[in-house]
């Protein structure tokens, strides 16, 4: 299999489904501008949720949130209604993992078969504040922006499931 289809039958449908999650489920519109890129290490947003997957495909993937989309993200989760002062980091991180869980859960396939790829239940990293490749591995991140802040998107695998270089423009 050669390393592009990887890229077109795993990453892109989590990105397709993250955006259209934020623009039909949520109501928020996003930046269409979505670039694709390798990166050494990746700074992680202090929200960020991480789930990994089993089966044919071993990546880790994290989807971390800035503060203000994570606020409009859980007012539109709950409908609008308030959250208790004592309550609210809680509500954030239920949010931040529900949101990884459904956008995740839902658009991973296995590219090889229709065998299962399974999905740990997502964690949310507090005391992280980034992560480096190591020699054989790849990291790829996307920024999805929206009006209220941006969404971090990072896969980390196997240096054979990512192609050496990928510009995808306009997902």
Do not use: W
């Not at 065998?115 to 997502?122: A, G, N």
């Not at 005391?127 to 802040?149: D, H, L, M, P, R």
Request: with cysteine; glycine share 6%.
């Amino acid at each position: 299999m050669e390393k592009s289809y990887y890229e077109e039958s795993v990453l892109l449908p989590i990105i397709r489904r993250l955006i259209n999650y934020l623009e039909v489920d949520m109501g928020i519109k996003v930046n269409t501008q979505n670039e694709i890129v390798y990166k050494d290490h990746v700074s992680l947003k202090s929200n960020t949720a991480m789930i990994g997957t089993g089966g044919d495909i071993r990546i880790i993937l994290t989807l971390g949130y800035d503060e203000g989309l994570l606020e409009e993200l859980v007012d539109r989760f709950l409908y609008g209604e308030k959250v208790e002062d004592d309550e609210l980091i809680e509500v954030q991180e239920s949010v931040c993992c529900e949101i990884a869980n459904i956008v995740i859960g839902n658009a991973i396939k296995n590219p090889y078969n229709d065998s299962l790829i399974s999905i740990t239940p997502p964690i949310l990293i507090h005391e992280a504040k980034s992560f480096a490749k190591y020699k054989n591995s790849t990291i790829v991140e996307v920024v999805i922006a929206t009006q209220f802040g941006e969404i971090q998107l990072s896969a980390v695998g196997p240096k054979e499931l990512f192609s050496d270089k990928l510009n995808f423009k306009e997902l």
